[in-house]
Every structure is written in structure tokens, then in C-alpha cells.
């Protein structure tokens, strides 16, 4: 255990100090040699890819495999994955933010691995596969392809790949180059730095703008983690630190050195140049340190630091925390924080001076507990972690009031940060990474490396949901379990049975995608969700399967899905079969197929069915609907036909059969009269030919359609009184007898405005109530009339009423007074 002073081993660099902290030891076997390949890491402490160098000579190795490949480990030197590679140069290794490895060959492909091997890929285009890629730079979310033609591809998005070219850079040499990630420039697009002649250009979709420098070429050009600077390098070996907008110089630094670097990466937001074996860190105010190495050096950036890869040693170059410089710093040792962690030691040592230090720094006590609290997680070593966590926890206990939930969380921070950090995990994260990765990312990776039990454990212990981790353990499973598929089935449902949260549906698709179909299936049967068991099904051609479920889960969406998808695939009397044992699916598709008036669909499916009624209803519906009238009879004698051997409808038949023969015949008036008539129902038809004076077709029609007498003398009396034929009328009141009586001649007649025609039906009338013809006359204007029948009914209040209201001196009055006198003695 080191117990050492923490600055013990820290650089001054200016007014800045600067940790180096080393992480593993003993990292790689003496049979890798770092000299002879190209290192990526991952940000936040992930994983290394190491690819031989194509451009070196190296000796033979029995022992070597000489079969090309890129090789994945862990930062303490484990071995992770070994992919296999013969798809040609590889001109780009990179990785994403989420551990992705990004693998870019010569002809623009792009593979995009993650730790288990499994790989999506997309092609640069542009004319990529034309003209080969020269190199690439990747950032969080995306990546620039440099083309040997000079052109640049971006890309932005490694989920949905759209690759774009940038703006066309100028004609000549491109010395080197790099990018300013979208996040951190002003039009929020990529910009590209590029090298060419003794200036800068930077490149953005949509131009290249010169900026006009006049100290280049650069053999390096780099841009620090955050965006703000970039650190440009001449090839007579000095480096100029600038910002990023090129609008101030911070840093101008001669390295002394005629040979060019192997790497101008950066340390946080200092800039760091490393050769061979030798690495320069240049510091504010043109500081620098400089560290040297036994072997080759390999560095990768951090946003807080940088990391040193060689053979035997990992470590951690970082700007000491401003919290830990304020307990362990050497100007600092009268601080409230650094006499509070001496307090702690005197008390281990059961001196009194203990009770004497905190009283001296009572007054900055909870800033000395927070100061203690942050520095532990800044550091590294277990032993200060504890003892500034004692030292915090001493003083917030003489605190009358602390709020502890700093000093918890950061006793749970650094359990956790201390377990994944362990040489056989190999994330050696700081504090600052973690708190960019979260824990949902910490956890992630810990998933992708099959570290099952520790996920565990930490999701425990921070109180997050294991569904995920559960999921991807039981996918890990059927992908690699050796076991037969009963076995893993049972094995898996007995570990998840109970756990909230559980997607079988997504352990499924894995078993599927391994082409373990039986699997896949059974463990469907196990997902509570019909809706994330369908679209498997679908997928795996279990349509039935799919059916059943989604009828299951009665939901009617799902069904119609299914129904859907089924409905391409099979044809058509298959899919009626299938449907046919299913009630609630035949309705679903009876209900889809009538809403959006697919009738072809619904009489195939009422023949497959056998439903005469409901085939023949779908004729007569598209019958009605048919502006020819002969193509509506067609339909309407289909039908008729369809129905024709069933017993019960005989009725039905009977009325499409003469529906049939009035479209035909009404097909014929339209062809003969100058009138239309299709549509019209055999009344209408009759009426409109009395009225148009054919009664001897309206005659045909009455005997073709068997209408009834009264109907018919119904329909000529409104067809008369319409067309105002008063003739006629009168001659039919010299009939004798009339089917529907003469009331109704009368009331038309009389309400068409010809009383005095009405008048003739009033005698005609039989069954009339005792005294109604006296009303009947007055409503026709006969008071005369009216008053001899009341009269002869002996009537004296009708009488006297008509005679007040004919008035007694006149004529009409005079009259109906002599007809009363007789009867009617005063």
C-alpha cells in the first residue's frame, strides 16, 4: 500500500502542480510490443485497441500468430477481444463516447465493433471507394475521413450514418490536420483544421476560410478536449499553443528537438508532446516538464488529463485538484482542510493537540469538513481516501449542524471507483470521468465486459434499477451458453422469475438472432407484453403464433398488425383459413375491410365463410352506389343468385329480383322519355309517368310489379292532383265506387285549390260523422251549400252559425234565413 505523502511526486510547472499517478504496473507481455503498433483508448478510462503498425518491419515470432488482427484490453493489460482482421489497410481507429470501436479501411468502409466482436458498418461514399481514405479523426459522435483527393466526409451520427462532404479545401500539401467537435463551435457544425503551406484553413460544411497565419507548416495540428485551444506544431520543433478561434496566442514552445513528435495530444487543457520515450508537458506562462520512459510511450487525452501507455506502466498525468492542493500542498499547510487532517492523525495518536486544532479552525470548519470531502475523491490512493474521509468525518461530528449527504454519496462514489478500478476490471476512471460517464455509463461498460456480478452489486448499492443487467447476462447466455436449449430456457427463467422489469422479448431476439428459433420461441412465452412478443413472432415467421398472441392481448392494433403483415404474405385463401378459426380476428378484418369499403376483400371472405346474406348484402350496398343503371341491376341479380338457394331468404331474393327488373325497366324510360327515372322505387315511378300522361306504362308497371289497387289509385289521385289535371279528375268522380274512398279526392283536390271540384266529392262520401258535410261544404266556400245540410240535419247551431257569419241582410245571409224558416220557427 503506498502511504507515501501525496506530494511527494508532483511537477511544478509555473504556478501550476501537476500529478503523475501511476495505475497498473506490469501491463503488457514482453511479446507485445508497443513499439510496433497503433494504440486508440477509449475516453473515460476504456478500453485500448491495438493494431501492428503496417508501416514498420517487425521480426518473426514463432510463437506469434502472423494472421493479422486487432486486439482489445483493458487499460491494466487484460485482454478483452481479438478480432480477427483481413479486409485490408485500415487507415482510422477510433472510438465512440460509449465504447465503441470505429475501424475505417482505404475504400471508405466503416465498422463500428463494440467488446464482444459484433459489428454494424456504412460507407464514406463520396467517392471514397474511388480514391482510398488517407487518414481520419474522430470525436464523441462522429468522425472526418481526409480522401487522397483532398475532399473531407463527416460524419455525425454513428446510429444513423449520413455521410456528407465538407466544403472544398484549397489546392496543395496538407501537412496534418484535425477537428473541433459540433459541441464546441459557434455554427454548431464540424470544423476541420487543416495544414496547408504557412497558414491554417478551417473547413465547415459550407466554406474554408483562411486564417491568414504565417509560422507554419505544421507537421501537428490538435484541438483539446474541450474545443477552447489547439496546439499547432512547426517542423523545426516549436509549438504554439492558441485558441481555438485563432483570436489569441497563449503558448509559444521551443522543444529543442529536430526529430518530429509521435504524438501532440493534451493534458486536460495543457498541451502535452511526446516522442519515443520522452514526453513534454507545457504548462501556462511556457512552463514545462518533461518525463521520460524506458520504452515506447503511448498517450492518449483526457478532458482532466492524459494517460501514458507503455510495456510496463500505466499512469495518470493531471493538474492537481484545487481541493487537494489545499490539504497536501506545501503553501497550504496552515489551511483550514490540511490542519483538520493532522487533527485526525493527533487523534489516532491519542494526542490532546487534536482537540487544539480543531479549535483553531472552528471558524472554517465546514469549509475544511467540504475541502476534506472533495479531495477524497481526487485521489487515487485507498489510504488517503480513508484518511481525508476520517478527517471529514471527525469534523462534521464537532459540527452542531452538517448536511452529510456530500460525505455519503462520496463514500458511495469511491466504493465504486475503487471496485472498477481493480486491475482485473480496468477502468481507471478519476472522479471527473465519472461524473461525465454517470452511473448508467459506468454500468454499461461494466456489461460489456461480462462483469455481471460487480454491475450488480454497484446497482445495489447505488440503488438503480438490474433489469438491464439482467437482460444482457441472459442474452450472453443463449449467445454463448453451451448447454441445450431446454436447459438454458429453464435456467434463465428460474434467474429472472420475479425480477421486475424483465424483457423477455429482447432475451428472445438474441436466442433468435443465434439462430436458436426453438428458443427464442419458448422464452416468448414468458413475456407478459403481447406487444413485445408479436414483432419477434412476425420475425421469425411464427405468424400463427403472432396471431394467437396478439389476440391474446386484445389489443386491437396489435391484431390489426398481424392481420396486415399476414395478409402480404399468404395468399389469399390461406389467409382466410387462418382467420376462419380466429372469430375475433375474422371480425377484425370484416370491421377493417367495411371501413375502408374494400369490397372485393369482404365477398371474398363471405364465399370463403359460407355467408350468403352478408356476401349478398355487399352486392346490393355496391349496387346502390352504381350511377349506371344496368350495372346496378348486374349487382342486384348477383345478388339475387348468391341468395337463391338459401331457404330462409326467400323474401329477400324475391325483392332484388324485382329490384333488378325496375333498374332495367327504368333504364329503358331513360333511353324513351326525356326524364330520368333510375333510382326511383316503383311508386315514384308510377307517379312520374301519370304525371308525364303515360298511364298506360304506368298501367304496365302496376300488373308487372303487382302494386295493390289502392296503391295504385292512391298514386294516380296525387299524380292528377299534381300535374292539376282537373279533367281527369272529374271524370273519375262519375265512377261509381273508388278503392280508397272519396274523401281523399276530396281533401287533395280541395287543398290544390279548386273547391268547387272538391265540392262533387262530397255527396260520394259515405261513413261521414253527423254534420261533417256541413264543414266540408263551408271549407269549399258553399255557405248556401252548407246551410241546406244543416237543414236537412236539422241543425240549428250549424245553421246559425253560417248565418252570422254570412251576415243577415246580405244575399248569401238572406238566403240561408229562408232555408231555415221552415224548420228552424223563431
Not at 504565417?214 to 499547432?232: E, N
Not at 504524438?263 to 518533461?290: K, Q
Request: glycine share 6%; proline share 4%; charged share 25%.
Amino acid at each position: 500500500m503506498d502511504i507515501s505523502h501525496p506530494a511527494a511526486g508532483w511537477d511544478s510547472v509555473g504556478e501550476k502542480w501537476f500529478r503523475k499517478t501511476q495505475l497498473y504496473t506490469e501491463v503488457f507481455d514482453q511479446d507485445v510490443d508497443l513499439d510496433n503498433y497503433i494504440v486508440a483508448g477509449a475516453p473515460y478510462g476504456g478500453a485500448l485497441a491495438l493494431h501492428r503498425d503496417e508501416s514498420k518491419i517487425q521480426a518473426f515470432r514463432a510463437q506469434q500468430s502472423s494472421k493479422p488482427s486487432i486486439d482489445i484490453y483493458s487499460y491494466a493489460g487484460k485482454q478483452l477481444k481479438a478480432i480477427p482482421w483481413d479486409k485490408g489497410s485500415i487507415k482510422g481507429l477510433g472510438w465512440t463516447e460509449d465504447e465503441r470501436l470505429l475501424v475505417v479501411t482505404t475504400d471508405g468502409t466503416v465498422r463500428v465493433y463494440d467488446l464482444q466482436g459484433d459489428f454494424t458498418q456504412f460507407s464514406l461514399g463520396n467517392g471514397a471507394d474511388n480514391y482510398g481514405v488517407h487518414s481520419c479523426r474522430f470525436y464523441d459522435h462522429g468522425m472526418v475521413a481526409l480522401l487522397t483527393n483532398h475532399a473531407l466526409v463527416s460524419v455525425t451520427s454513428y446510429t444513423e450514418p449520413r455521410p456528407k462532404l465538407l466544403a472544398s479545401p484549397p489546392d496543395g500539401e496538407i501537412h496534418s490536420w484535425a477537428v473541433i467537435p459540433p459541441a464546441y463551435t459557434l455554427s454548431r457544425s464540424v470544423e476541420v483544421l487543416l495544414s496547408i503551406g504557412q497558414t491554417i484553413y478551417v473547413v465547415d460544411p459550407t466554406e474554408c476560410e483562411d486564417r491568414f497565419l504565417d509560422i507554419g507548416p505544421f507537421s501537428h495540428v490538435s484541438v483539446s478536449p474541450d474545443g477552447a485551444c489547439a496546439a499547432l506544431y512547426t517542423q523545426s520543433g516549436t509549438a504554439h499553443v492558441i485558441a481555438s478561434d485563432f483570436q489569441q496566442r497563449f503558448i509559444e514552445y521551443s522543444s529543442q528537438s529536430k526529430i518530429p513528435p509521435k504524438y501532440v495530444e493534451w493534458c486536460g487543457r495543457d498541451a502535452v508532446i511526446a516522442w519515443e520515450d520522452e514526453v513534454h508537458l507545457i504548462g501556462p506562462d511556457n512552463a514545462s516538464a518533461t518525463f521520460f520512459y524506458d520504452g515506447r510511450v503511448h498517450v492518449i487525452s483526457e478532458h482532466d488529463g492524459a494517460r501514458f501507455i507503455t510495456n510496463d506502466v500505466c499512469e495518470f498525468l493531471e493538474r492537481v485538484p484545487r481541493a487537494t492542493e489545499e490539504v497536501f500542498g506545501a503553501k497550504t499547510e496552515s489551511s483550514p482542510a490540511s490542519i483538520l487532517l493532522d487533527a485526525v492523525h493527533q487523534l489516532e495518536m491519542q494526542s490532546p493537540k487534536a482537540e487544539d486544532c480543531i479549535q483553531l479552525i472552528r471558524p472554517n470548519l465546514t469549509e475544511a469538513v467540504d475541502t476534506c470531502v472533495n479531495a477524497a475523491g481526487r485521489e487515487w490512493s485507498v489510504h488517503w481516501q480513508k484518511q481525508l474521509l476520517k478527517a471529514a468525518s471527525f469534523g462534521k461530528s464537532v459540527l452542531d449542524i452538517y448536511n452529510s449527504d456530500d460525505f455519503v454519496d462520496m463514500c458511495e462514489t469511491l466504493r465504486v471507483l475503487n471496485a472498477v478500478r481493480f486491475y482485473e476490471v480496468g477502468l481507471p476512471l478519476s472522479f471527473a470521468q465519472y461524473q461525465r460517464l454517470a452511473p448508467d455509463g459506468l454500468l454499461q461498460r461494466l456489461l460489456s465486459r461480462h462483469e455481471y456480478l460487480l454491475a450488480l452489486k454497484i446497482a445495489g448499492y447505488l440503488h438503480l434499477p438490474t433489469d438491464r443487467i439482467y437482460v444482457h447476462w441472459a442474452c450472453a447466455k443463449v449467445r454463448a451458453g453451451t448447454d441445450d436449449e431446454t436447459t438454458i430456457c429453464r435456467t434463465i427463467v428460474d434467474r429472472l422469475s420475479g425480477k421486475p422489469g424483465i424483457s423477455f422479448e429482447e432475451i428472445a431476439r438474441a436466442a433468435y438472432d443465434e439462430g436458436r428459433g426453438r428458443l427464442a420461441t419458448e422464452l416468448l412465452n414468458h413475456e407478459p407484453r403481447g406487444g413485445r412478443q408479436v414483432p419477434l413472432l412476425l420475425s421469425m415467421e411464427e405468424d400463427e403464433l403472432a396471431l394467437d398472441k396478439a389476440v391474446e392481448s386484445g389489443d386491437s392494433d396489435l391484431m390489426y398488425t398481424v392481420l396486415l403483415e399476414m395478409k402480404k404474405k399468404l395468399p389469399l385463401a390461406a389467409f382466410f383459413r387462418v382467420i376462419n378459426a380466429r372469430p375475433a380476428a375474422t371480425a377484425l378484418v370484416e370491421a377493417s375491410a367495411a371501413r375502408e369499403a374494400d369490397n372485393a376483400l369482404l365477398k371474398d371472405l363471405y364465399y370463403q365463410d359460407d355467408r350468403r346474406v352478408e356476401g349478398a348484402d355487399v352486392f346490393v350496398r355496391e349496387a346502390m352506389r352504381q350511377p349506371d343503371a344496368r350495372t346496378a341491376g348486374d349487382k342486384l341479380a348477383l345478388a339475387a343468385r348468391i341468395l337463391a338457394d338459401a331457404k330462409e331468404a326467400a323474401l329477400e331474393v324475391r325483392a332484388l329480383k324485382e329490384a333488378a327488373a325496375l333498374l332495367r325497366l327504368q333504364e329503358a324510360l331513360d333511353r324513351d322519355l326525356t326524364e330520368p327515372f333510375t333510382g326511383l322505387s316503383v311508386n315514384d315511378t308510377m307517379f312520374k309517368l301519370i304525371r308525364l300522361g303515360y298511364h298506360g306504362r304506368a298501367k304496365k308497371i302496376q300488373s308487372e310489379f303487382k302494386v295493390p289497387e289502392k296503391v295504385a289509385c292512391w298514386i294516380r289521385l296525387r299524380a292528377l292532383v299534381a300535374k292539376r289535371d282537373w279533367a281527369e279528375i272529374e271524370d273519375v268522380a262519375k265512377s261509381k265506387k273508388s278503392p280508397i274512398g272519396w274523401e281523399p279526392y276530396y281533401n287533395l283536390t280541395l287543398q290544390a285549390g279548386n273547391p268547387r271540384l272538391a265540392a262533387i266529392f262530397i255527396p260520394k262520401c259515405t261513413g261521414l260523422e253527423p254534420g261533417e258535410t256541413v264543414t266540408m261544404y263551408e271549407k269549399c266556400g258553399m255557405r248556401v251549400k252548407a246551410a241546406e245540410e244543416a237543414v236537412r240535419l236539422k241543425d240549428a247551431d250549424a245553421w246559425t252559425r253560417l248565418l252570422e257569419a254570412a251576415g243577415r241582410n246580405s244575399q248569401e245571409g238572406r238566403e240561408i234565413e229562408r232555408l231555415g224558416q221552415a224548420v228552424f220557427k223563431r
